[in-house]
């Protein structure tokens, strides 16, 4: 269902020159619908048409982004949890990636070159080196016990969110209808924004995601996602990722600009080459 405003704004764009300027046009169009009799309940119709595409998209957003989170949840909670708790050992270590033992083995290692630093500058007592070894020791069976359980938590994180994305898939595919309605209500929300209003957001989401300090957040990103689904953290992998997919999205993202905002919102497109120099 097409929006009345978004359908005046979009005709508004991509109407052809005439000899007559178009204000002039649409002022007498302007005064010909207010002299319609009919006028009044026109535009209470419409009201209740923009009401509805208002109610009825907030409501499957919220479906969109609620849903999945509850399955995700619940998926875990109650039937992956125990099943995987049941089988997985945790006396015996074990490591889904050579990431998790580097991290295991690089905090043992600082925390015993901690128990030595605080020896000598008499923060701790004198120890004997069964005592030293009895700490690290101890510390190792921690280290261990957190890192199985980083590991059951990567397999139970896959697992649920493998079914999460399932319960998307499925309410993206059987709402087409819904999807219609939520991409007209998206299209009238961003093309309505005033000019200074969407430079501002093309300036944030260009900046976050594909500026020159985006690096470092994409990078974080990876590695937590990387670490969520138990995969090792592959270096080569991530820089690979961060010099090629930012790349790609500024590209789409000027192609948007070029194509679609050029013709629906040039002024807009005007303000934001001026607030960006």
Known sequence: ????????????????????PRSITRTFEKFKK???????????????????????????????????????????????SPFIDYFWNEKIVKFLNVSQEERAFSELQRFEEKIHFEILIGQLPHLSQEAVEKEIKNKAIELAQYYSSESTDAIKNLLSDVISFFTFTYL?????????VLKSFVNELIYGLSDTAKAFLIILFTDVFVGF????????????????????????LIFLFIATFPVLLDTVFKYWIFRYLNQVSPSAVATYHEMNE
């Open 1 to 20: 269902m097409k929006n009345w405003r978004s359908d005046n704004l979009n005709q508004s764009a991509f109407e052809k020159t005439g000899p007559i």
């Open 213 to 236: 300090h985006s690096a470092h957040g994409w990078e974080v990103i990876l590695e937590n996602g990387l670490r969520h689904f138990g995969l090792p953290e592959n270096r080569d």
């Open 172 to 180: 993206v595919i059987t709402g087409e209808r819904q999807i219609s």
């Open 34 to 80: 207010e002299l319609d009799p009919n006028a009044e309940s026109e535009i209470i119709e419409e009201f209740r048409v923009s009401r509805y595409q208002t109610s009825a998209s907030i409501k499957y957003l919220l479906l969109l982004i609620i849903s999945p989170i509850l399955v995700n949840q619940i998926s875990r909670s109650f039937i992956f």
